[in-house]
């Protein structure tokens, strides 16, 4: 089955800790991008990155990072700069310039709590 | 003003009504449209693309309205599975990012 998966479904994390959010898929999608979702709020996009060994800042990339070394894995690593993290991630992906199209689908989210 | 701006209701209506929801968008330049589903404490899911011709898929219709910059998602014949939030979407046409509403919650009551 093709797909994104996104893992751990629950992550905490402790004051002061970076913590890293997998995010793999086998659609053969160019593009990626991790937004995260608060309560009574709009998705808002974190980073994204349209293909291999590059990434671009969304609209929230303060205390986060990323990686695109293979074209399946996008992880994000949440800094301990970020001081508010907890919220629900998710992975995105996307055709992109080489499948002509740049509707989404989405994994089934990381829900990350500070303890 | 937000890019993409969506009423967060909710709406509450009986099963087997007809309801539709409205999201305006402020980038004239926008170029596509998406409405996807998303259920409680799950990841959002393509409902359909919204076309400039308009999109049919059984009981759900979209249409787009560039004069007035806004699109719309109409559900007939509501059913209790159709309870969740719709969010709305708006893209560039550049393969880069994309711009979600806040989303419009829907209960459909027995």
């Known amino acids: 089955d093709g797909g994104i998966t996104q893992s751990p479904k629950y992550l905490f994390r402790k004051e002061g800790q970076n913590v890293t959010l997998s995010c793999e898929q086998n659609?053969?999608?160019?593009?990626m991008y991790w937004y995260r979702q608060d309560p009574g709020q709009g998705l808002r996009l974190i980073y994204y990155s349209q293909i291999v060994n590059d990434f671009q800042k969304g609209d929230i990339a303060e205390g986060y990072s990323v990686s695109r070394e293979k074209k399946e894995s996008f992880p994000l690593t949440v800094t301990s700069a970020q001081k508010n993290p907890t919220a629900f991630y998710l992975c995105?992906?996307?055709?992109?310039?080489?499948?002509?199209?740049?509707?989404?689908?989405f994994g089934p989210g990381t829900r990350l709590l500070v303890l | 003003r937000k890019e993409v701006e969506q009423d967060p209701g909710p709406f509450n209506v009986p099963e087997g009504a007809t309801v539709a929801f409205n999201c305006t968008y402020s980038?004239?330049?926008?170029?596509?449209f998406f409405w996807y589903r998303q259920d409680c404490r799950k990841e959002p899911k393509l409902l359909m693309s919204?076309?400039?011709s308009g999109n049919e898929d059984g009981r759900f219709t979209a249409q787009l309205n560039r004069a007035s910059q806004y699109i719309s998602l109409l559900i007939r014949d509501s059913k209790l599975s159709d309870s969740a939030t719709y969010l709305c979407v708006g893209g560039s046409g550049g393969y880069q990012k994309v711009t979600f509403g806040i989303g419009t919650k829907l209960q459909v009551i027995p």
């Open positions: 995105a992906s996307s055709p992109g310039l080489a499948g002509g199209s740049e509707t989404q689908y």
């Open positions: 659609l053969n999608h160019d593009a």
């Open positions: 980038n004239s330049a926008s170029q596509s």
């Open positions: 919204v076309y400039s």
